[in-house]
């Protein structure tokens, strides 16, 4: 039981390039979480999913996009990279409705230059 | 925008010594958790609290929400080199969304 991957660990970027970033669960959780981590900060939502097919915005959604085609898999797209998305990004899961008990992936720490 | 501020924000303590952390809102929760973050990993979760007034305890940490459910409380008793971390509260609402507070980054010495 691996709990929540998140791949690649470190990835620096040029302005205006693209990346996905992968998480996948093996829990069956239903409800999946994107979060971002700048320096000396709390983790800010940027898109969740409730469910395979359903997907909603966030506290910063802005510059990114998201899909959740199945239960286990919830990349997080960057299109057209700025300096201003360098941080740690987190993606969880949980399995009841209120989010209670989100088990978060190790991160993914990205370099926008 | 919602807020929950988290103090103090850096403590630096040698082991044995007792602390409290604090997490503050002007908004109502429906319920909060407390996480603890190490350098590199992401956030692990120690408590979730639901009811106001409430008090649990895990080993040498207790945690309290406020009766009004806008505050929660952390303390340690006898503080360890291994409690050292980034600590976060998080509160819910009726929804499946978290607020996360700014975090408060302990450190405890030898």
């Known amino acids: 039981n691996a709990g929540v991957t998140q791949t690649p660990k470190f990835r620096i970027l040029k302005i205006g390039q693209s990346m996905t970033l992968q998480c996948t669960q093996d829990?069956?959780?239903?409800?999946m979480y994107w979060y971002r981590q700048d320096p000396g900060m709390g983790l800010k939502l940027i898109y969740y999913?409730?469910?395979?097919?359903?997907?909603d915005k966030g506290e910063v959604p802005n510059g990114y996009n998201v899909s959740r085609s199945t239960t286990e898999d919830f990349p997080l797209r960057l299109e057209l990279a700025a300096p201003s998305q360098t941080s740690v990004y987190f993606c969880?899961?949980?399995?009841?409705?209120?989010?209670?008990?989100?088990?978060f992936g190790p991160g993914t720490r990205l370099t926008v230059t | 925008t919602q807020l929950l501020e988290q103090s103090p924000q850096f403590l630096s303590i040698q082991e044995g010594e007792n602390l409290t952390v604090y997490c503050n809102s002007s908004?109502?929760?429906?319920?909060l958790q407390w996480y603890r973050q190490e350098p590199g990993e992401g956030p692990v979760l120690l408590v979730t609290?639901?009811?106001?007034?409430e008090v649990k305890k895990l080993k040498r940490l207790t945690f309290q929400f406020g009766d009004a459910r806008k505050d929660s409380s952390l303390h340690i008793t006898a503080a360890q080199p291994g409690d050292t971390g980034l600590y976060l509260c998080?509160?819910?609402?009726?929804?499946?969304?978290?607020?996360f507070g700014t975090g408060t980054r302990l450190k405890v010495l030898a």
């Open positions: 969880a899961s949980s399995k009841t409705r209120q989010g209670r008990e989100q088990y």
């Open positions: 829990m069956n959780h239903n409800y």
């Open positions: 999913s409730v469910g395979a097919g359903i997907t």
């Open positions: 908004s109502v929760f429906s319920s």
């Open positions: 609290v639901v009811t106001g007034g």
């Open positions: 998080a509160g819910g609402r009726e929804t499946y969304k978290y607020i």
